[in-house]
């Protein structure tokens, strides 16, 4: 028991987690609700592949094979590949599958204690001599059964974009308990496999509520099976830039947004005065980055004619994490008819479809997917047993989730969170942060004292704000990955300049071929 670190679910994340424990001489043990790695991924819709190119979604010592020669592999794809990374590190005899976590419960301090600490753990050390978790774990094989482990220390990687899906709320009689036709959530339509999912859209007339990528994806299938006979609506009540591929005007995105000299542009958190100056000096220019791809988003796409220009601009979008890959040939959909674009801020149901804003008639319907995302926070916040980790895990409504390094709660002592916060390349993301991790357990650093923590936090909650607006709550650091990994890095006592020179370290874009030879083994300066 005295090495054992729980690791809450087998997606990527929890994967990585385990992978990377192991290498530091812990005992994970993983418990994964479903039968194989690999989560999410395991019940997407069809037409769902990785937005990223694969080369930047991809495990730093586990390249994608050479038998696939897709740019953007499939969901299956992508599942394959997290089995055989599963396989490559042996990572399988620690998962215990079909095992859902019920709740996690802290042993050796009071809450009182815990709240009078001022260094995490009340030590500054990860593991405390009195301190244990009890995993409580629903085994589903034969017969539903429950057992309770103990372990010093646990990883949560439950993953934000499944089970606790985000429903809008209506007055009495205005829901879907007066309509006629179906509601799901786009977490049960991609729960369906290819056939029935079909099966449940063929002939009817659809209603998709939400303007994301499962929306967007969900329409485009919806399209693909109907044709215009049977149009399929999108509902929308806030446009979001789109990219059809990677290079506005030619130019890598991943030049104009991925590199040091783009993040020159933005006020970070804990930046001294150099660089605040320097993001207060080049600010035109990242006005002038976000309306050249903006200008060319307009042009590649009919936005105008269909109403769809966001109101935000292309850099919101990218820092909140609300931009994404438009489907194979969305646009030409729209165009014969096949999607019907509708905006609204608000809209209800009625016994034959829904109502919208400044309509008079109703929009006929048959089926509503509601593909208005999910509550990941809520997610967080159930594994907890005690209302006050609880309360701590979840802040409020007007914060961030309280994380440091978007890992730590400074007040939940001997446990991590991996992918909660959201970036455009999550492998990645998770992979630093899981190395980041393995090194506090193994003792490579400590933790600043809790307040500091706490003082970190708000700084990157400032930055969150002032960049993501209303989206402040998905932790994005898309635009700040860079700055956020340089942390990680100092923390890990390793070089954080990880290019050689210095034009390819300013322009060159980082990503997880950085990390090629970065193995953890010889990430610590000698
Ligand atoms: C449809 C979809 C497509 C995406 N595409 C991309 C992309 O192209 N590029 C990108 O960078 N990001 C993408 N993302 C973001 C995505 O979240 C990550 O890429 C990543 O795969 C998430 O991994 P995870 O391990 O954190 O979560 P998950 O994949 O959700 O895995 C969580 C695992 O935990 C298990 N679990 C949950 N609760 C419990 C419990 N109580 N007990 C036991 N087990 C539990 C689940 O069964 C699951 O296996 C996508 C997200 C979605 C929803
Ligand atoms: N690789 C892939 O192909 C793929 C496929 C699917 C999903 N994903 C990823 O999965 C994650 C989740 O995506 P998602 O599309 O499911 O969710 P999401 O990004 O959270 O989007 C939710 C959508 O629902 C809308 N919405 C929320 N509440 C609403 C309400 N009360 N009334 C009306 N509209 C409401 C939002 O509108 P507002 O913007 O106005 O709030 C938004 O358009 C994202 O990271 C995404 O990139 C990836």
């Known amino acids: 028991m005295e090495r054992e670190v729980g690791i809450i679910g087998a997606g990527t994340s929890g994967l990585l987690a385990c992978k990377y424990v192991l290498e530091m001489g812990f005992n994970p043990v993983v418990f994964e609700a479903r039968p194989g790695v690999g989560g999410l991924w395991n019940h997407t819709i069809k037409t769902t592949k990785l937005q990223n190119p694969k080369q930047a979604y991809q495990f730093s010592d586990f390249p ?74 629903e085994e589903n094989i034969c017969r539903k059964s429950t057992e309770v482990y103990q372990v010093v220390f646990v990883i949560l990687c439950i993953g934000r974009f499944s089970d606790v899906p985000n429903i809008p709320e209506f007055a009495l009689n205005q829901g879907p308990e007066v309509f006629d036709g179906k509601v799901i959530h786009s977490m049960h339509y991609s729960s369906m496999d290819d056939v029935n999912a079909a099966r449940f859209i063929e002939g009817k007339r659809v209603t998709v509520v939400g303007i ?86 307009r042009w590649k796409h009919p936005l105008k004619k269909h109403n769809m220009i966001p109101n935000q601009s292309f850099n919101k979008d990218v820092s909140a994490c609300t ?6 040939n969305f646009f030409d959909r729209v165009e014969e008819g096949s999607i019907i674009l ?26 509503v997917i509601l593909a208005t995302g999910y509550k990941g ?58 190395k980041w991790l393995a090194h506090l357990l193994k003792g490579t650093f400590k933790l600043p004292r809790i307040k500091e923590m706490e003082v ?16 402040f709550r998905r932790s994005c650091n898309s635009l700040l990955h860079i700055w956020y990994n340089d942390q990680l890095c100092k923390d890990m006592k390793c070089n954080p300049r990880r290019k050689k020179g210095f034009f390819k370290e300013l322009f060159e874009p980082y990503g997880v071929m950085d990390q090629w030879t970065m193995r953890i083994s010889n990430l610590i300066e000698t």
């Open 323 to 328: 931009t994404g890959v438009t489907p194979d």
């Open 212 to 297: 994301q990528k499962s929306a967007l994806d969900i329409a485009n299938e919806c399209a693909m099976v109907n044709g215009v006979e049977n149009p399929c609506t999108i509902l929308y009540r806030n446009a979001h830039w789109k990219i059809p591929h990677y290079f506005p005007w030619g130019v890598p995105l991943a030049l104009l947004y991925f590199n040091r000299f783009a993040e020159l542009m933005i006020h970070k958190p804990g930046e001294g005065f150099m660089l605040n100056l320097l993001a207060t000096l080049l600010s035109p220019l990242r006005w002038l980055q976000s309306k050249f791809v903006e200008s060319y988003l």
């Open 377 to 434: 926070d809520e997610k967080l916040k159930n594994i907890f047993i005690s209302s006050t980790f609880q309360k701590y895990i979840f802040g409020a409504s007007n914060t961030t989730v309280p994380l440091y390094r978007e890992c730590i709660h400074p007040r939940i002592p001997q446990l991590a969170v991996i992918g909660y916060s959201e970036s455009l390349n999550s492998l990645y993301t998770f992979e630093m942060r899981c």
């Open 64 to 137: 994608w094979p050479s038998s696939v020669k897709e740019d953007f592999p499939d969901h299956n794809q992508v599942v394959e590949y997290m089995e055989s990374y599963a396989r490559h590190f042996d990572l399988l005899q620690y998962i215990k599958f079909n095992s859902r976590v019920i709740g996690i419960e802290y042993e050796g301090a009071s809450d009182e204690d815990i709240a009078s600490w001022d260094l995490w753990v009340g030590t500054g050390d990860p593991f405390s001599p009195q301190g244990k978790w009890n995993i409580r774990v």
């Open 342 to 367: 509708k905006k609204s801020a608000t809209f209800s149901f009625c016994k034959i479809g829904l109502m919208i804003d400044g309509d008079i008639a109703p929009l006929e319907t048959d089926v």
């Open 456 to 471: 970190d936090v708000l700084r990157w909650e400032k930055y969150m704000k002032d960049n993501s607006g209303e989206y």
